[in-house]
């Protein structure tokens, strides 16, 4: 697994997905083009990361469920860490289960003290 671009910084504006992130599993997620996913570095593997990320120039928790869309608004992340590879999962309850955890580790991890000084970094609130 490559790590030697990280952390990454990326923004774009924040497109639709399928939706089965939050309509079937109640889990949303925020999508950015592919022309963003396709300029990250050639290190980092196919896989879930975690970061930091602002919207309108404030912090947010992209698990976080918002009242309102903001498909179109500008996504700023911070991606600092590997947690696995994508896989394949034999059932819902099965993936809902990973992402939780992913979850977990993420939020660990991002309290370590390289990590977590990232979140005040002006790329997310210029």
């Known amino acids: 697994m490559g790590n030697k671009a990280l952390p990454y910084f990326a923004s774009g504006p924040v497109i639709r997905g399928f939706g089965r992130g ?36 404030q912090e947010v928790h992209l698990l976080h469920e918002f009242q309102n869309d903001f498909y179109g608004e500008e996504l700023k992340v911070i991606i600092t860490g590997y947690i696995r590879q ?19 580790i993420a939020d660990e ?13 002006d790329f997310l609130f210029k």
Do not use: C, M
């Open 22 to 57: 939050s309509k079937e599993l109640g889990i949303p997620t925020a999508n950015l083009p592919e022309p963003v996913i396709n300029a990250l570095p050639n290190d980092l593997d196919t896989g879930i990361y975690y970061g930091w990320a602002s919207l309108h120039g």
């Open 86 to 104: 994508e896989k394949d999962f034999s059932s819902e309850e099965e993936l809902v289960k990973a992402i939780k955890n992913d979850i977990a």
């Open 109 to 121: 991890r991002l309290e370590e003290p390289t990590v977590n000084k990232l979140k005040d970094d």
